[in-house]
């Protein structure tokens, strides 16, 4: 029995006693009460009445894997590998990365319902709830050297957002990886990440790990103290489903991993300038304990940053530093 086959039979909104849960899922009522206490451990919302027994307070969409492969269409599908969905994994980054070291991972899409040690750039925990983001990993192997996926990173926040526009959603893009949007309160929030991670020769073969998390549904009640705002799809598009999303994003994403060594980023240049959240506004740039400021400029077809310092203009180059903005 897993949380994911506990989920399921609550999922249907009835109450349901440990015994029936115990007799659906062939355990005892004892284990149907530990593994109770993991939802709790986990923050998923329960309701307990005495008599009735147990459901979910509120539903909770699990992803399906071959729901998910299903809808992709069947030109994106041709790149698509192999698709694995996991209930907890410390990262699908590294989940991809020992695919790759064992002779695979090309192609290849690993989801998570949570994962306990995914990280952001700059080393930053990414801290998810279980079922309320879309956590995931692509790998993609680049015969040409590192030089040529400059931007990548970018390229894939437009398709981030590319795709929840057509929900009704209004993304910004922050330069050089992170996906904005106003929260219920109207302060603007980091609704996703973006982490590429690349190995191999400089000048030749390599490959590279595309992850991404999203927050879809969060409770207010998590939001609160994280030093910077955060924001979540069902803010502005609370009708999308975590599977109808993760269709769309792979949609997306097979193809511009397979055309993008040819293609590089200038053809993804205007549509990530027309969504920089800070174009325009004064920046703080940091490189470790140092701060200085600017005014943000477009990013240019290799994906660095300009930035105006009084009658200088400065080019910065994704990974170097991190760029803070003021709306």
């Given at each position: 029995?897993?949380?994911?086959?506990?989920?399921?039979?609550?999922?249907?909104?009835?109450?349901?006693?440990?015994?029936?849960?115990?007799?659906?899922?062939?355990?005892?009522?004892?284990?149907?009460?530990?593994?109770?206490?993991?939802?709790?451990?986990?923050?998923?919302?329960?309701?307990?009445?005495?008599?009735?027994?147990?459901?979910?307070?509120?539903?909770?969409?699990?992803?399906?894997?071959?729901?998910?492969?299903?809808?992709?269409?069947?030109?994106?599908?041709?790149?698509?590998?192999?698709?694995?969905?996991?209930?907890?994994?410390?990262?699908?980054?590294?989940?991809?990365?020992?695919?790759?070291?064992?002779?695979?991972?090309?192609?290849?899409?690993?989801?998570?319902?949570?994962?306990?040690?995914?990280?952001?750039?700059?080393?930053?925990?990414?801290?998810?709830?279980?079922?309320?983001?879309?956590?995931?990993?692509?790998?993609w192997?680049?015969?040409?050297?590192?030089?040529?996926?400059?931007?990548?990173?970018?390229?894939?926040?437009?398709?981030?957002?590319?795709?929840?526009?057509?929900?009704?959603?209004?993304?910004?893009?922050?330069?050089?990886?992170?996906?904005?949007?106003?929260?219920p309160?109207?302060?603007?929030?980091?609704?996703?990440?973006?982490?590429v991670?690349?190995s191999?020769?400089?000048?030749?073969?390599?490959?590279?790990?595309v992850?991404?998390?999203?927050?879809?549904?969060?409770?207010?009640?998590?939001r609160?103290g994280?030093?910077?705002?955060?924001?979540?799809?069902?803010?502005?598009?609370p009708?999308?489903?975590?599977?109808?999303?993760?269709?769309?994003?792979?949609?997306?994403?097979?193809?511009?991993?397979?055309?993008?060594?040819?293609?590089?980023?200038?053809?993804?240049?205007?549509?990530?300038?027309t969504?920089?959240?800070?174009a325009?506004?004064?920046?703080?740039?940091?490189?470790?304990?140092?701060?200085?400021?600017?005014?943000?400029?477009?990013?240019?077809?290799?994906?660095?940053?300009?930035?105006?310092?009084?009658?200088?203009?400065?080019?910065?180059?994704?990974?170097?530093?991190?760029?803070?903005?003021?709306?």
């Amino acid at each position: 029995m897993t949380i994911g086959d506990l989920i399921r039979l609550l999922s249907d909104g009835k109450f349901h006693s440990g015994q029936q849960l115990g007799e659906h899922l062939g355990v005892s009522r004892a284990a149907v009460w530990k593994q109770m206490k993991k939802l709790e451990a986990l923050g998923i919302p329960m309701e307990v009445v005495k008599g009735h027994g147990y459901r979910l307070s509120q539903p909770l969409e699990l992803l399906d894997g071959n729901q998910i492969v299903a809808g992709i269409s069947r030109q994106a599908r041709l790149h698509l590998v192999r698709l694995f969905v996991e209930e907890t994994l410390p990262s699908t980054n590294v989940y991809i990365r020992e695919r790759f070291e064992q002779g695979a991972g090309h192609g290849e899409v690993c989801l998570v319902e949570q994962q306990s040690a995914g990280r952001g750039r700059r080393g930053r925990v990414w801290t998810t709830l279980w079922g309320r983001t879309l956590m995931f990993s692509v790998g993609w192997r680049f015969d040409a050297g590192v030089a040529a996926l400059e931007g990548l990173s970018l390229a894939v926040g437009v398709v981030v957002a590319q795709v929840l526009e057509r929900y009704g959603a209004r993304p910004l893009l922050k330069w050089p990886n992170d996906v904005l949007l106003a929260s219920p309160d109207g302060e603007l929030g980091k609704l996703a990440g973006i982490l590429v991670e690349i190995s191999g020769d400089a000048a030749g073969p390599c490959e590279a790990v595309v992850g991404v998390g999203i927050n879809v549904d969060l409770p207010a009640a998590f939001r609160t103290g994280f030093a910077q705002p955060i924001a979540a799809v069902h803010d502005q598009a609370p009708g999308l489903a975590r599977n109808t999303l993760a269709v769309e994003l792979l949609e997306g994403l097979m193809p511009l991993l397979a055309e993008f060594e040819r293609q590089g980023f200038s053809c993804w240049r205007e549509e990530w300038n027309t969504r920089h959240a800070f174009a325009g506004h004064q920046i703080d740039i940091l490189r470790g304990d140092e701060r200085e400021t600017g005014i943000a400029e477009d990013v240019d077809s290799s994906g660095n940053l300009w930035v105006r310092q009084g009658d200088r203009r400065r080019r910065i180059a994704g990974g170097e530093i991190s760029v803070r903005g003021y709306s």
